[in-house]
Nanobody, 124 residues
């Protein structure tokens, strides 16, 4: 049973930084992982994803502010969020794709396992 555990959420002010982490049980260093988020009254949306080799893709809304990285040798990805805005307020979910391609996907349907989510609240 694959388990994804997110951590690092919290309440911050606009302009602050926050780092989220996602630890996966088992060995998934050859698979893509991603972050999605769901704001109040909104649908879940893609934030960023990272390929097995470290290549990353980002939503336009977070490009140049957020950075996703893989922790070398560990089944962990981090999401560094800088210059946070009130619009970033959401529950952030970590996701794992079991596709053997190891490529990152924007479509949530391409991910096989999800974490429980961690709340990020940004006050303006």
């Amino acid at each position: 049973q694959v388990q994804l555990a997110e951590s690092g959420g919290g309440l911050v002010q606009a302009g602050d930084s926050l780092r989220l982490s996602c630890a996966a049980s088992g060995t998934y260093t050859r698979h893509a992982m991603a972050w999605f988020r769901q704001g109040p009254g909104k649908e879940r949306e893609f934030v960023t994803a990272i390929a097995w080799n470290g290549d990353a893709i980002y939503a336009d809304s977070v490009k140049d502010r957020f950075t996703i990285t893989r922790v070398s040798g560990e089944n962990t990805v981090n999401l560094q969020m800088n210059n946070l805005e009130s619009e970033d307020t959401a529950v952030y979910f970590c996701a794992l794709s079991l596709s053997v391609s190891g490529r990152p996907f924007v479509d949530a349907g391409e991910y096989d396992h999800w974490g429980q989510g961690t709340q990020v609240s940004v006050s303006s």
